[in-house]
């Protein structure tokens, strides 16, 4: 039986000093056919460090996480040969080395969400705070109410996840490109409206190498995000309609 292949897919912000080891890193994956890194139109070198790493570069003009999410799955799925995306970071907070745990539960599910609060797999010195660590298990029970029964949810804010191709291929019409830095929780919410399985999936969690720029800046920022989530999920994202 043909082994089970992966199209990795990148999101990069002014990484320039973590690109090229993420893009390696995920190369050197058996598993892995290919990197995609979109860029968030970076003002560094991200683009062209990530090329002459051997990934397949794409730049995103438009400016937020929900675009350069969205710009990734949508290139990703392009490619037929591989039956699964793998959505990840390239500031080296995760490890291509957890894509064998997400496989392995691939064949119950649509969606696997690679979930970084299980403890012992987490690094003490991540940017991911005690208030965040538990206000993503919060919201992501609020999920679990909004759809009771369809899934167990720790981790709203985690980029790293499996997508079987034919399923992104369902979601991807429905999801909104608009949703900035709660775009993780839109995709979620979204693929359950879809009637897509969810599962989660432990994954190790690391410091990520340079500045963080997104939701985890502060416990400020991972607050206003967090309240952008459960907005969202109130209101089906009505705001970005």
């Known amino acids: 039986m043909q082994r089970r292949r992966v199209t990795v897919a990148l999101t990069a912000y002014n990484d320039e000093e973590s690109i090229a080891g993420a893009v390696e890193d995920f190369l050197l994956h058996p598993l892995v056919e290919r990197v995609i890194v979109v860029s968030n139109n970076s003002s560094d070198r991200t683009f ?67 979930t970084r609060t299980v403890e012992p797999l987490r690094q003490y010195l991540t940017q991911l705070s005690v208030f965040m660590y538990y206000g993503n298990i919060f919201v992501g029970k609020l999920l679990e109410a909004k759809h009771l029964g369809r899934g167990t949810i720790t981790d709203m804010g985690t980029t790293y996840k499996l997508c079987r191709r034919d399923a992104l291929i369902r979601l991807l019409p429905h999801l909104n490109p608009a949703v900035n830095l709660e775009f993780n929780a839109h995709l979620l919410d979204t693929a359950l409206y879809q009637d897509l399985v969810l599962l989660e999936c432990p994954i190790t969690f690391h410091p990520r190498i340079g500045f963080s720029k997104g939701g985890n800046v502060d416990n400020w920022r991972g607050l206003v995000v967090g309240w952008r989530m459960i907005v969202g999920l109130v209101s089906d994202w009505k705001r970005y309609a």
């Not at 037929?80 to 539960?105: H, M, N, P």
């Open 48 to 114: 062209e460090r990530a090329e002459a790493a051997g990934a397949i570069t794409f730049n995103e003009t438009a400016p937020g996480y929900g675009r350069c999410v969205f710009r990734c799955l949508s290139e990703a799925v392009r490619f037929e040969d591989t039956e699964f995306v793998v959505l990840c970071e390239g500031d080296s907070t995760f490890r291509a080395y957890d894509i064998e745990k997400l496989l392995a539960y691939a064949p119950h599910a649509d969606i696997v969400n690679g």
